[in-house]
């Protein structure tokens, strides 16, 4: 231990100690600033799906959607599923672009050579997905407050929160997971879009779910946008009750399933 | 004082003295970047014992990589920070990091510590990678193939760097495929050939380089007699123009050659006497036919 001998009395400084929590907060501040100056994870995590909020409450507001035993004004549809939109973009595609970016570039690789732990690194980047995907939601809710006049009941919030809590960690364990499988960095644009762009097609996030024929529905039931699409809709007077913990579980089993999988994979070093 | 202690697999042993430099050299290819990610702690081994800075690198904590610097192979820095602002992150992973200003005026940086990295050049980012395994003012730093690509002129600079870390009592591992940064940089050279050390020393004994024969060579006009010749230290041959002797004993060998070719009257166009060089050494050395042996 190096210790510095003080020149006016011989008191002893030792360095402080650098605490696992203290880093990972000083990891986290550093990486929002880095999200915030990427363009493009700026437009990705709020800029599309704001645009895409406005074109669909454009497009389809003065009509009503449905059938949910009765129907649904369209702009409150959109705000629901582009919350939707917003919180898997933010947590699984924009972080898992991320995530094998800064792999391949071997940032990864870097950190672990210094005494950051290793849990650290991999909170501090689930963070990120983290905070993209409370950040639209919160957004896009206050958009549609303002702007279209999509409140949510006050008795209905704490459901909103647990569901967007889910749905955020779970499809930010699903970014870790995919992008333990991407090999490239450019391969990961892609990647993201080809999973889940028909996903939200057949989930109703773009498309009025009444209009999805029903085995497409039984298909999209399976994979966890669907759900979360279900449950947030809930919220919005989307069915009878705004607790759907069906839903919730599908959501979450497929985040555990994800973390599970990515715990066995994960990689510091850039694939070759 | 002590060892920075490194042992490496295949049944080598290599002992890196705290505050030497130490080049692994070796063509591409050679497993010098596996060699040293084992050092780093980054690839598990298979077999033999490593210790460096007393630790296994494969069992070592936060404490011992705090000890340890890495400069990466190929590694980008955050594209988006600007250098102060990396150098800034990095030290706050560090216990007792060196002040950002100082890690910059180190590695010559200075000028650019507003710039964002996307902005910097090839051999700027190089030193900002040297400076982030810097920043927790490491005892031991590993360099892998830390020029290349580089031109000259950013070869000599990072070269300045390097030796500058020597000057502040760091011990440096570095691996390189180039020969002259091995000579320029390194108090001690082991070169790799197929995952195997081939040869270890200084620059001047790799090989046997100071143990070998000298050469010595005389351009003459015309061929002499060779049966006419003194008694020399080793077997004279005619080449292309020229006399050529590999000399036990050069100094006595050219005294005997020069006082009998004055003797002879034949022309003397040009004399060289010299020891193999380096490349001459290293080439023999990874010679495919020579790792076959």
Redesign the interface.
């Given at each position: 231990m190096t210790t510095i001998t003080g020149t006016a009395e011989t008191a002893t400084i030792t360095p402080k100690r650098r605490s696992a929590l203290g880093m990972l907060g000083h990891q986290v501040r550093f990486d929002l600033l880095i999200m915030a100056r990427d363009r493009s994870a700026r437009f990705f995590t709020l800029g599309l799906p704001v645009l895409m909020l406005v074109l669909f409450v454009a497009i389809f507001g003065t009509g009503y959607v449905g059938p949910y035993g009765h129907s649904m004004r369209a702009s409150t549809y959109y705000v629901a599923t582009q919350v939707v939109f917003g919180v898997v973009g933010a947590g699984f595609m924009t972080l898992m672009n991320i995530l094998v970016i800064r792999r391949q570039a071997g940032l990864y690789k870097r950190r672990r050579a210094t005494p950051v732990p290793a849990w650290a690194i991999v909170v501090s980047q689930a963070i990120l997905g983290l905070v993209g995907a409370v950040g639209i939601a919160g957004l896009l809710l206050a958009i549609g407050a303002l702007a279209f006049s999509v409140t949510v009941p006050p008795g209905s919030l704490a459901a909103l929160a647990v569901d967007i809590a889910v749905g955020a960690l779970s499809f930010c364990c699903l970014g870790f997971a995919v992008a333990s499988l991407v090999r490239t960095e450019t391969a990961a644009q892609p990647v993201s879009m080809g999973l889940a762009l028909p996903l939200f097609f057949i989930s109703g996030v773009f498309i009025p779910w009444d209009l999805i024929p029903t085995w497409m529905r039984g298909v999209a039931s399976v994979f966890p946008v669907r759900p979360f699409a279900a449950a947030v809709l809930a919220v919005f007077g989307g069915s009878t009750g705004v607790w759907r913990p069906v839903d919730l579980l599908v959501v979450g089993a497929w985040g555990l399933a994800a973390l599970a999988l990515s715990a066995r994979r994960l990689a510091w070093s850039p694939y070759t | 004082m002590g060892y920075a202690g490194l042992e490496v697999v295949r049944g080598v042993t290599l002992a890196v003295n705290r505050g030497e430099i130490f080049a692994l050299l070796g063509p591409n290819g050679a497993g010098k970047t596996t060699t040293v990610e084992i050092l780093?702690g980054?690839r598990r081994r298979t077999a033999g014992e490593v210790e460096v800075l007393g630790e296994d690198p494969a069992q070592a904590g936060?404490?011992w990589?705090?000890r340890?610097?890495?400069v990466?192979q190929?590694?980008?820095p955050?594209h988006?920070?600007t250098v102060a602002?990396t150098v800034?992150?990095?030290a706050?992973?560090?216990?007792?990091p060196l002040p950002v200003a100082e890690v910059l005026a180190l590695v010559g940086l200075t000028a650019e510590a507003k710039i964002r990295n996307s902005r910097l050049s090839g051999g700027q980012q190089r030193r900002l990678d040297v400076g982030?395994?810097l920043v927790?003012d490491p005892e031991l730093v590993f360099l892998d193939e830390p020029t290349t690509g580089f031109d000259p002129a950013a070869r000599r600079a990072a070269w300045e760097v390097i030796a500058g870390l020597r000057a502040r009592g760091k011990t440096i591992f570095l691996t390189t495929h180039y020969l002259e940064e091995a000579e320029f940089l390194a108090d001690r050279i082991a070169v790799m050939v197929a995952g195997q050390i081939v040869a270890e020393g200084t620059s001047a004994s790799l090989g046997d380089r100071h143990r070998s024969r000298t050469e010595i060579r005389i351009g003459l006009q015309a061929p002499p007699v060779l049966a006419d010749l003194p008694p020399l230290s080793g077997q004279p041959a005619w080449e292309a123009g020229e006399l050529v002797l590999a000399a036990a004993d050069p100094l006595r060998d050219l005294n005997l050659l020069t006082g009998w070719l004055l003797t002879q009257g034949l022309g003397v166009e040009a004399i060289s006497v010299r020891q193999p060089s380096l490349e001459e050494v290293y080439l023999r050395l990874t010679a495919p036919a020579e790792t076959v042996s």
């Open positions: - | 780093e980054y936060p404490a990589r705090g340890v610097g890495v990466l190929s590694c980008q955050e988006e920070l602002e800034a992150l990095y706050g992973f560090y216990d007792a982030l395994a927790g």
